[in-house]
């Protein structure tokens, strides 16, 4: 089995996890990079107009990736971000309408101080109805190689 470790990170969290665990996997990485980073001020979740607050509040909106993924070597596809509103960030819809994920084992995985994925799994899947794309997982930040393997290896 190929695996890709695709991942968005904000503000950098999200991508050590995802180092490790393509590490733990033999993955490659591929970074979900929006066409305009985001600052602090756009991630500030407690004001209702910053950009991040603005994308979240609108269930269509799609930001802009710098690139587009190339899907068909692997077999599975884990898909990291961290929590925003309790759900997978906007750009994630974006990568998963960006490429073709039919018949490919996609599997979330989220960094969060408490909130768990939600029903990201579940809106993953309606975007992507030709994968089979599970539940995901939570992990603290300075989640281990080791657990990580163990945990990607149900899907290995």
């Known amino acids: 089995m190929k695996a890709l470790v695709a991942y968005f990170s904000a503000s ?14 033999g993955g490659d990485l591929f970074e979900i990079a929006p066409v ?11 004001n ?5 607050s603005v994308e979240m509040k ?3 909106c ?9 899907t068909a070597p692997y077999d599975v596809i884990f898909v990291g971000f961290p929590v925003w509103w309790y759900r997978e960030p906007s750009i994630i819809d ?28 579940k809106n993953m899947q309606e975007l992507a109805p030709g994968a089979k794309v599970h539940e995901g997982k ?5 989640a281990k190689e080791d657990e990580l393997k163990q945990w990607a290896a149900q899907w290995l």
């Open 12 to 25: 950098g969290v999200t991508k050590k996890l995802a180092e490790r665990l393509a590490a733990a996997v």
């Open 36 to 46: 305009t980073p985001y600052t602090s001020a756009d991630l500030d979740w407690r």
């Open 48 to 52: 209702e107009n910053s950009r991040s």
């Open 58 to 60: 609108d269930r269509a």
């Open 62 to 70: 799609r930001p802009a990736m710098k690139a587009k993924p190339d």
């Open 94 to 121: 974006t990568f998963m309408e960006s490429a073709d994920f039919t018949g490919k084992t996609v599997v979330p995985f989220a960094t969060s101080g408490t909130s768990g994925v939600g029903d990201s799994g």
């Open 138 to 142: 939570r992990f603290d930040s300075r």
